[in-house]
């Protein structure tokens, strides 16, 4: 009778410690998500503004981006191509650095900017999906787009400052200086090549070889049209320096001058064909300056319309679901027993 009592007694202190847990339904292995045990459909991410909705809900828009990857290969080599453009019309083509240089400075620093904006624009569509699926903000992207408009834009005004200079040398190689601003091309070339010859005679002597002509043009015709006396005393110290189609006698020369140097019979001075090189490169650098800029414009603000067409919401892509996170655990304390 002892035995069973205390039997008894061991079964109900037992009994009134176990109640109190509850074997629960063990959670599923680390890294993966139970099913909500809401009753209600799980609601999807909000849409952020109309605008976005119009974006995600064009028709092009997968083919937009598809384009934007192109492009900004494309043009990440482009502005690189652009500079050295403009180093090669500078430096390594004869007479390229006499003509005011500033639109080919703006284009080339143009030109790197709008390679480095395509590196980030490009960087930022190939994490595009994983930026926005995780809800956060893609900054690479919209790096591209500002620093892509400003940079076209600063191509773009390069290309018409050299497209209006184009112009000017036009009208300077037919000797019309009823603008003002012929006369004051003319004084900077003038100054340009004067430093240029008393810096180094040689490279002077090597351009006039190069381009097949001598000097600059008689001083006495610079006075027609030129009112600034500094000029005369630079064009004769350019005259000075002569090369090897220009000669010291006048019997060998094509007219009667009174300059140090005349170019021989058959050749004529170098202000012509200097002109012809500036022309020559004003045109080409409007010509690419103009059509890369334009289109690195347009690129970048369809870089807008992608930032604002959510991947999550372009048609055909799986949607986003919000799924509420809980705590799991094997064994859980079971509610306060209320009969007690």
Known sequence: MTAAASSDSVAGNAGQVLPQLRLKRPSPARGVLSPPRSTQPP?????L??????AAGFPCARLVESFLYFWTVVASMLGVVLSCLVLYLMYFKEGGNLAPVLPFCLAAYGGLASSVASGCGLYGLLHHRRIVTQGGRNYSLGLF?????????????AGAMALSLTHVVELAQAQDFS???VAVLETKIIAKLHAQVMKSSSTW????????CCGYNQ???????????SSYSEVEDV???GGRYCSTRTAECLETTSEANCPVSGRGWCRPELLQVAHDNYLLL????ITFGAFHLLFSLLGVFTLLCDVRRISGSSPIYEIPHRMLSPIQPSAPDTDD
């Open 179 to 181: 603008s003002d601003r």
């Open 205 to 212: 002597k090597d351009m006039q070889n190069e381009l097949k």
């Open 145 to 157: 787009v500002v620093l892509g408009v400003s940079s076209a834009i600063v191509v773009v005004v």
């Open 43 to 47: 609601h999807q991410v909000p849409r």
């Open 286 to 289: 409007s010509t690419c300056a």
């Open 239 to 241: 005259n000075a320096v």
């Open 219 to 229: 001083v006495s015709t610079i006075q027609t049209y030129l009112s600034s006396s």
């Open 49 to 54: 503004t109309k605008l976005s909705d119009a």
